[in-house]
């Protein structure tokens, strides 16, 4: 059983919709990432949160909202997708240090339609 | 800039083989951090192995090995005897100094096949 967990596992969503992907982490840890798989290209950041403060945005469209209420979760907000955002996104977590150990969710993947 | 290279795509084997993934990753930082992570067809990233710079110790696990060479900027990773449960895709990533994190680059992964 994995120590991060993502709902839903599967999404599908219109380019119209609005949406939320949720993380939790039940690890202890301070640092939690958002990453983005798709089909051919290499895992991407795409945000960090240490101690709940945004540590990192790899320039990702707006389209995508982040939001963090405590170490333990992690949102990410869709809205107005595009299908090239169709992919796995990942959810992690670590200790706040670095090169701690990140610790993957299962994820949950996006069909935007 | 960080940058890590799995040159093979795709590897297929017999059950029992050994198979050895390549790893070569270029930094220029002193202090940094090596990963390997395995990806079955679920989707989770499964964590493997953490080797920081300083440490060149090759580690053996059960029928996993790692091959730490610095000499050649290269963490290769063996699996010995092969099992079809192998079967994923294999992640090579590198972390370096990040303010309070850590920030993961990855190469782009080796699929594994293992076949009876």
């Known amino acids: 059983e994995t120590g991060v967990t993502q709902t839903p596992r599967h999404l599908v969503m219109g380019m119209t919709n609005k949406k939320s992907l949720k993380c939790e982490q039940h690890l202890g840890h301070n640092a939690m990432y958002w990453y983005k798989q798709s089909a051919k290209k290499p895992l991407e950041l795409m945000f960090v949160y240490n101690f709940k403060e945004q540590t990192e945005n790899n320039s990702v469209p707006s389209r995508f909202s982040p939001e963090c209420p405590n170490s333990s979760h992690l949102f990410l907000h869709l809205h107005t997708l595009q299908p090239e955002d169709s992919a796995l996104y990942l959810c992690?977590?670590?200790?706040?240090?670095?090169?701690?150990?990140?610790?993957f969710g299962e994820g949950s993947w996006l069909t935007v339609v | 800039a960080q940058k890590v290279t799995q040159a093979q795509t795709e590897i297929s084997v017999v059950e029992k083989e050994d198979v050895t993934l390549d790893c070569v990753y270029e930094t220029r930082d002193t202090t940094y951090y090596l990963f390997w992570y395995k990806q079955p067809p679920s989707g989770e990233l499964v964590f493997l192995i953490r080797?920081?710079?300083?440490?060149?110790q090759n580690e053996i696990s059960g029928r996993y090995s790692w091959n730490f060479q610095k000499s050649t900027s290269s963490f290769n990773f063996t699996i010995t005897a092969s099992q079809v449960v192998d079967s994923a895709v294999y992640f090579c990533a590198l972390s370096g100094p990040f303010r309070g994190a850590s920030k993961l680059t990855f190469g782009t992964g080796t699929r594994l096949q293992v076949m009876l």
């Open positions: 080797r920081n710079s300083f440490d060149e």
């Open positions: 992690a977590s670590s200790q706040g240090r670095e090169g701690n150990t990140i610790y």
